[in-house]
């Protein structure tokens, strides 16, 4: 099959959009698709250095107006079997969504947002700027969320009673693994280590993990922090407020490849996101690794992480909570290699890509069966 995807973010940008798509095209060149990857930026795979593999094609699109037609002139050129768009609110998707529609291609869209706690989800569903959205979505043959909680977002803007379907986040789990090299444990002398992946964004939760590491002075443990960020600066300036400078270890971005040793030097992994988390890929690699994870009970975190089974579930924004947790973590070993041995398990039952791509094959069958239904054709201009 020919597939098509089209995403605003692609490597090497940073984010679970951009991991997602790298890591499906990854996965669809395995099963012998082509690929021909639309995006903003322009990478051929060769950058990334994955062996055995056929180079994924990428076309870059301008963001402007003109980029429709640019898409529309791609789409012509490699007449795909499908096209798969990521994240129905950036210009990219949303341009080839509808340029696809136009010509007559099977479309996909999968959804990796959830709301706001708090918001009112009707208000933003309803109001103007989500027409443009609405319109091109009721276009789309097969809707796909990456969690419940990002359905229900997404099925805001949808037509009512259009069905959406829930496909998770995979994670490659021979890349993601237990065994394996953990070289980043010979540069730290504490005996617990837990481990932040991620932007250093407000969302993240990162001060919120430092107010609880303050808290838990008395044990022997240090916080590595994998990544960038603008919170970064006001982070390291907590972090001397609180006076645990000394037991923190910004390590600032890192290469992708180096991830999985990165995770087996950790003891625990948490996310303490503050909100708008529709999935959670750092939880997904974490227990993949046979790491237990301490994650904020928000939007698709809570669904990935089976608390009292994989990790722990705290409340969101609640330093007390989350430093209760990891102090019953770092008592209590038998108790962490179980929830590592559990989350193991579920990624290998439910999160594998070997496990994910063949509902994603099956959605993209269902979607061309649904071409054969006439559907309104829409105008394209450069």
């Known amino acids: 099959m020919r597939v098509v995807l089209a995403s605003q973010w692609f490597p090497p940008d940073v984010g679970g959009v951009s991991s997602h798509v790298r ?10 698709h082509e690929v021909l990857v639309l995006t903003r930026r ?3 795979y060769g950058d990334l250095r994955v062996e055995g593999l056929s180079r994924v094609e990428c076309a870059s699109i301008p963001l402007s107006m003109a980029g429709r037609g640019r898409i529309a002139s791609l789409l012509t050129l490699f007449k795909p079997d499908l096209v798969h768009v990521h994240h129905a609110f950036t210009p990219i998707p949303l341009a080839a969504a509808a340029a696809a529609a136009a010509l007559g291609y099977p479309t996909v869209l999968t959804n990796h947002s959830s709301y706001l706690d708090g918001w009112d989800l009707a208000r933003i569903a309803l109001g103007k700027a989500a027409l443009p959205v609405r319109a091109v979505l009721s276009k789309v043959d097969e809707v796909i969320a990456v969690s419940r909680s990002a359905a229900r977002f997404i099925a805001a803007f949808l037509p009512p009673g ?22 980043l ?4 002398s504490a005996d617990f280590v837990i481990l932040f992946v991620g932007r250093l964004v407000y969302r993240k939760g990162l001060t919120v993990l430092l107010k609880a590491l303050s808290l838990l002075k008395d044990l022997d443990l240090t916080l590595v922090v994998v990544g960038e960020g603008p919170l970064r600066p006001s982070a390291e300036a907590l972090a001397r407020r609180l006076a645990i400078e000394d037991r923190v270890m910004f390590l600032g971005s890192i290469n992708e490849w180096e991830l999985p040793g990165v995770y087996r030097s950790a003891d625990v992994v948490a996310v303490p996101s503050l909100y708008g988390e529709a999935f959670g890929i750092v939880a997904l690699e974490a227990m993949a690794t046979g790491r237990p994870v301490v994650a904020s009970r928000v ?16 409340p969101p924004g609640d330093p007390e909570a989350l430093a209760e947790a990891l102090r019953a973590l770092y008592e209590d070993e038998e108790l962490r290699a179980q929830m590592g041995r559990r989350g193991r398990a579920r990624i290998l039952e439910l999160y594998d890509w070997r496990v994910v791509i063949r509902h994603l094959e099956e959605v993209y069958e ?8 006439a559907r309104p054709r829409m105008t394209i201009t450069s």
């Open 23 to 32: 890591d499906l095209a990854y996965t669809l060149v395995r099963r012998g």
């Open 185 to 188: 444990r010979d540069s730290i």
């Open 366 to 373: 269902a979607a061309r069966e649904r071409l054969s239904v």
């Open 42 to 44: 322009g990478r051929r």
């Open 299 to 314: 939007g698709g975190l809570s669904e990935l992480v089976i608390g009292g089974e994989t990790g722990v579930l705290v």
């Open 162 to 183: 259009r069905q959406v379907r829930v496909i998770p986040n995979g994670v490659d789990a021979e890349r993601f693994k237990p065994c394996g090299p953990a070289p």
